[in-house]
């Protein structure tokens, strides 16, 4: 089963708590603090593998959880860093994060770090200092990233089999190639992608066989245009016509209908060089509508095939190889594959402050929440700092400004605090 879109919640690890310890050895003078910082949280990374092509097991686990990272412990020891989480998805998947592209993974063991893991939390033998010699303050881990990423799949091919349904576009590919894709009389038998990869004297190349389009695929008839995305990354296209017509109407008004709703989806992959191909030549009446099909396709080269018999199948072939091994330009404004957004750094306040329709100050911001998220409240050394920084942060003069009064209350994150000068 082809599945090229999922969705996954991603949750890195969390930083592991510092330590409050001092050394208690007897006969040890001027033993000091010595708890140990806590390790950092697992990352969660995706990596390219040539060996999956669709995202089947994703669709059956759509949360992905990395270790959090471990206490730290007496005597200056560290924390043990949280394992880092490799998710293994197939070559040419886009990432989509925050409704950006993120990244198109397209080479084996390509990785991408996606989520990152919190680090971990201070002991208390990092805030010493010569003046403040047995601190009892020790930070909490930080909470890992989080991030819902879509990913979508193209499947990665030098060429794109693309026609009306029933054009033997299945057929030719169980011809030329070891895929068995289902083939039978009645449109519509191929419900999703195909690929094969094709060995002709010594030239490889890969063929996908895109399910048939229909008039109106661009408005969601039929299939629509599902699986053409998995065109979009190929050398060149290869535009099957029944030459005994689709029903009822003649060969050139089919070719006709495909380019339009190509057209309509897609300027530059209309764009994309393409080979016509005349299939069915086997049966009875088709020279005179090849003859007739010759006066109204403004194409250089015509390739007249039976699928199921062979004939001129090896001219196609060989025509295939030669336009592969050729340099295909595109302008700029004609360039196919999708770039990903150049990052951009906007300077963010260290805090905002709204207040909400239950009269309650709303406090956010990266770093405030941060550090609300990593000081242990048990400690009464722990909050006094908390409450220096946000001090100096200027946080209480902001809420004074505001109107705020002793005894009112103040939410940052998922804590709420009573408010005194």
């Known amino acids: 089963m082809l599945i090229d879109k999922v969705s996954v919640f991603l949750a890195a690890g969390r930083g592991g708590d510092g330590c409050i310890s001092f050394r208690r050895e007897k006969h040890v003078p001027y033993g000091g603090p010595n708890g140990g910082n806590g390790g950092k949280g697992g990352d969660i990374y995706f990596e390219g593998d040539p060996h999956k092509s669709t995202l089947l097991d994703l669709s059956y686990k759509q949360k992905f959880e990395a270790p959090n990272g471990e206490k730290g412990s007496a005597n200056n020891k560290f924390g043990r860093y949280g394992k880092d989480l490799v998710i293994k998805i197939p070559l040419g998947t886009l990432i989509f994060k925050n409704g950006e592209l993120f990244a198109d993974l397209k080479a084996a063991g390509e990785k991408i770090l996606v989520v990152k893991g919190g680090r971990g939390g201070r002991g208390n033998s990092s805030f010493k200092t010569g003046k403040y010699t047995a601190p009892r303050i020790a930070e909490k881990g930080e909470p890992g990233e989080t991030s819902e990423v879509n990913l979508e799949l193209r499947l990665i091919a030098d060429v794109g089999f693309i026609g009306l349904p029933n054009a033997g576009k299945s057929t030719l590919l169980s011809q030329i190639s070891a895929a068995k894709p289902k083939i039978a009389d009645y449109p519509f038998t191929t419900l999703a992608p195909n690929l094969g990869v094709v060995n002709y004297k010594g030239e490889c190349f890969v063929v996908a066989d895109i399910p048939g389009i229909i008039e109106g695929a661009h408005d969601g008839k039929g299939l629509g245009f599902e699986f053409l995305r998995h065109v979009k990354q190929t050398k060149l296209l290869v535009h099957m016509i029944d030459v005994s017509g689709f029903e009822g109407e003649a060969p050139y008004e089919n070719y006709k209908i495909i380019n339009n709703e190509l057209k309509n989806y897609s300027k530059n992959l209309f ?76 300077y963010e306040s260290e805090f905002e402050v709204e207040m909400n329709e239950n009269g309650v100050y709303v406090v956010t911001g990266t770093k405030v929440k941060t550090l609300t998220e990593m000081t242990k409240f048990g400690e009464d050394e722990a909050l006094r700092r908390y409450q220096n920084i946000l001090k100096k942060m200027g946080l209480e003069a902001k809420l004074e400004k505001m109107g705020a009064k002793t005894g009112d209350c103040v939410k940052i994150g998922k804590f709420e605090f009573v408010f005194e000068k």
């Open 271 to 346: 764009k994309k060089y393409t080979i016509v191909v005349l299939n069915k030549i086997d049966l009875s009446g088709t020279q005179l509508r090849i003859k007739n099909l010759k006066k109204h396709l403004r194409v250089r080269k015509l390739f007249p095939i039976s699928a199921v018999t062979g004939q001129g199948v090896e001219a196609l072939l060989k025509e295939i190889v030669k336009i592969l091994k050729k340099p295909i330009s595109y302008s700029s404004e004609d360039e196919i594959k999708e770039t990903i957004p150049v990052k951009k750094y906007i």
